[in-house]
């Protein structure tokens, strides 16, 4: 039993997705890095610019370092509402000249000379820190004034995720009609092979010529494989061919010479039992010619409809041909024999061969096991079918044996009927070409009759 498999376009598309959602992800953690980036930008410039503000209002009056808070620098700040600030304002000597004295920054100050960033924190908050200084020039003082500020940090994240989320929307957006258009784009890539199956299901089944389909490069080892397999098979039917041939000939001739030597023995000259042994030789030795000959028509009949085209065949010619193929010259002359057809042709589609056989077979199997004074062929035509009648006057088959005698080396129960391949040859082409082998049990007006039926290539109204 085949297992299905998951279908190549599936394959293709699943792997695409994850691939654009491997870089999906590699672009949004981008995003992110580059949003966290920009707002820590923003916010700086910021902190940097109330930090100067800051240093500028510083004003030595007496000696001492007067610091007078300019509303500027706060108003910058207070861009981001929701965070909180704090702010050191310290002298050359580490004194606190105003704000919080527990705030101080993580690095060193003592050369620092420009604006100084850092992350940390104070009072279990988060905050983001900028350290600047100032040179005094009063030469009472002397040295360098500091200012420290920190910030939470609630409006750098928001503006972090609000970047990111416009990013994730526009990575989504894009992933989307990415794997759309890949949908779109594998689908049509594959339509060759589409076209190479619909190629291979119309062909027909005797056709064994190498492919000629314009694919892509990537697809002519797989039809080149075709084309070699095709190519070995044809070579092999073609063998097979010649050895039903040879084998036909070289095992018809051994049986006629058995059956010519032992028509050759004088009866006269045996005694009672040996001529009842005679008489079984003569009749195995002509059973076993029938059978083989019935085995390879059988085989010839199946190779046919698996090698040649169907093709139009007249029904009439065909049946007439066959009657007299079936019908032996040395036949009883008491036996009454007959052949009805009409005088226009009724076509069917169909082996002119096999159906020979088929009828050749129904009419020979009459002759044996069912006529004993008359046999009648007919060719009719009824409705959108032709029958091909073959009516005899002997018993005929009983009507539950019917599904059975079609059956190989089946013969009926009453032992009267046929037996070997005769009837199974012809239900067999029956069915190959849409058509059916039945049988008609017998009547004061008729005989046991069977007929093949086969379906009209054109219907015509009926005579």
Known sequence: ????????????????????????????????????????????????????????????EEGRIKVNLPPSAFELLGLAPRDKIFYRVVAPDGSTLTGYEDLTYPVDLANA???????????????????????????????????????TTEARQELTTELTTRALALVGVMSVLALGGTVLAVRYSLRPLDALGDTLRRRDSQDLTPLA??????????????????????????????????SAHQIRTPLTALSAQVSLIDEQ???????????????????????????????????????????????VDVARKAFRAAVPITIDPDIVVSFEAPPE???????????????????????????????????????????????????GIPPQDWTQVTRRFVSSKSGEGSSGLGFAIASEVATTLNGALAFREPTPQTGFTVFLELPLIEAR???
Do not use: C
């Open 461 to 463: 109204p009926a005579a």
């Open 269 to 315: 000259a045996l005694s009672e039992n040996d001529r009842r042994h005679l008489d079984r030789v003569k009749d195995r030795a002509s059973e076993l010619a029938r059978f083989t000959t019935q085995l390879l028509n059988h085989a010839m009949v199946i190779h046919r409809f698996d090698s040649v085209q169907l093709s139009q065949v007249d029904v």
């Open 1 to 60: 039993m085949q297992r299905t498999r998951r279908s190549l376009f599936a394959r293709l598309v699943i792997r695409v997705a994850v691939v654009l959602a491997g870089g999906a992800a590699i672009l949004m953690t981008a995003a992110w890095l580059y949003a966290r980036a920009a707002a820590d930008e923003a916010y700086d410039r910021l902190l940097q610019g109330a930090a100067i503000q800051i240093l500028n209002s510083l004003v030595v």
């Open 113 to 151: 000379r420009d604006a100084l960033f850092e992350t940390a924190s104070f009072r279990e908050q988060p905050v983001r820190m900028v350290a600047a200084s100032r040179a005094i020039a009063d030469p009472a003082i002397g040295g360098w004034a500091n200012v420290i500020i920190a910030q």
């Open 345 to 395: 042709p009724l076509t069917v589609m169909g082996d002119a061969l096999s159906l020979r056989e088929a009828i050749v077979n129904i009419i020979d199997n009459s002759l044996r096991h069912g006529v004993v004074a008359s046999l009648a062929v007919r060719v009719i035509e009824r409705g959108n079918f032709v029958l091909v009648e073959v009516e005899d006057d002997g018993p």
């Open 213 to 246: 389909v314009d694919v892509p490069r990537e697809l002519s080892p797989f039809v080149e494989s075709i084309n070699h397999f095709m190519r070995r098979l044809d070579d092999r039917l073609r063998l097979l061919q010649r050895f039903i041939a040879d």
